[in-house]
């Protein structure tokens, strides 16, 4: 959807690593209605005036740009009044928040935008056609998001950790019941990655700019699996879930409680309470697959 100037400029800086890029989507009023959007860009001259706020935006302290839906015009239909704006973050104008989260990192960020100038040549594609591209973003998102990979090493190593823990002076492995959870996961996981490469494979029938709405089924079942090798992972290290220490703790070299191993679990486990909401709640994944893979209608339901 760029044009050729803009894939000169910024693909190569992105291949290697010169910039950090950021997504700023969601706004405190429009995360799963996310066509609700508020922040405004209007246009003066050879370049936009951008005013609003963007939350929950992922490592945007790290970030050098941000690519930011925008409303340009307020009076027509809301998924037809957005545009795509690629933001510097060094702008004047943009402030970045970082927000401590129930794990105690600062993964995710408020970013407020006050009268930022953004030259019109940064637009991508059309002005007012942002909601089709940012589709096709997230849809392609949901692909990776469904983390087939994470999953595979997380149950390679909860069978590593289970073979070193002992409960009543037998491996944690050797439970019948764990391994009955493990082997169930692994099952679904191993159906994950066959969807995956279909939906994959399928993409180069698709026409330019198309997603596939099956990548929605993807998006479902990874954060089902995430989440559960998330509780694996915690039925392994057991009462060793409950201390909590804090990103201070580490920096003061404070030793472990429990296994060296056991820190990170807990934090990872209420970390992961997130993935079925981000990039599209579950029940808008639903919706996607209701009406976009199975043909259904409101008027059906």
């Known amino acids: 959807f760029g044009t050729e100037k803009q894939k000169e400029y910024f693909l190569p800086r992105?291949?290697?690593?010169?910039?950090?890029?950021?997504?700023?989507?969601?706004?405190?009023d429009a995360g799963s209605d996310l066509a609700s959007l508020k922040t405004r860009a209007v246009r003066d001259g050879d370049h936009y005036v951008v005013n609003g706020q963007k939350i929950w935006t992922s490592l945007a302290q790290y970030s050098?740009?941000?690519?930011?839906?925008?409303?340009?015009?307020?009076?027509a239909k809301?998924?037809?009044?957005?545009?795509?704006?690629?933001?510097?973050?060094?702008?004047?104008?943009?402030?970045?928040?970082?927000?401590?989260?129930?794990?105690?990192?600062?993964?995710?960020?408020?970013?407020?935008?006050?009268?930022?100038?953004?030259?019109?040549?940064?637009r991508v594609g059309e002005e007012n056609r942002g909601w089709e591209y940012a589709k096709f973003v997230l849809g392609n998102g949901r692909v990776t998001i469904a983390c087939v990979g994470l999953s595979k090493e997380r149950i390679r190593r909860i069978k590593e950790?289970?073979?070193?823990?002992?409960?009543?002076?037998?491996?944690?492995?050797?439970?019948?019941?764990f391994r009955k959870k493990v082997a169930a996961v692994e099952v679904q996981l191993k159906a994950l990655e066959m969807?995956?490469?279909?939906?994959?494979?399928?993409?180069t029938k698709l026409q330019k700019g198309a997603q596939d709405p099956a990548s929605s089924i993807l998006k479902i079942k990874g954060s089902e699996i995430q989440q559960?090798?998330?509780?694996?992972?915690?039925?392994?290290?057991?009462?060793y879930a409950l201390p909590y220490q804090s990103?201070?703790?580490f920096r003061r070299k404070e030793p472990p409680i429990g296994p060296e191993w056991?820190?990170?679990?807990?934090?990872?486990?209420?970390?992961?309470?997130?993935?079925?909401?981000?990039?599209g709640s579950d029940e808008i994944q639903k919706n996607i697959i209701a009406k976009a893979v199975l043909g259904l209608s409101s008027k059906s339901a």
């Open 262 to 279: 056991a820190g990170p679990i807990a934090p990872a486990y209420f970390n992961g309470r997130k993935v079925p909401i981000y990039s």
């Open 78 to 122: 809301k998924q037809l009044g957005i545009s795509f704006l690629l933001i510097d973050l060094k702008t004047p104008g943009v402030t970045v928040r970082p927000i401590q989260l129930f794990d105690g990192y600062h993964e995710v960020c408020e970013v407020f935008f006050d009268n930022v100038r953004v030259p019109i040549e940064n």
């Open 228 to 239: 559960a090798t998330a509780e694996l992972l915690m039925d392994v290290i057991g009462p």
């Open 64 to 75: 050098d740009w941000i690519f930011c839906l925008v409303r340009t015009d307020p009076d």
């Open 14 to 28: 992105i291949v290697n690593v010169d910039d950090w890029w950021c997504e700023g989507f969601s706004e405190p």
């Open 161 to 177: 950790l289970a073979a070193r823990t002992r409960i009543g002076g037998e491996r944690l492995i050797d439970c019948a019941d």
């Open 247 to 249: 990103e201070d703790d």
């Open 195 to 203: 969807t995956q490469l279909r939906v994959v494979a399928n993409s």
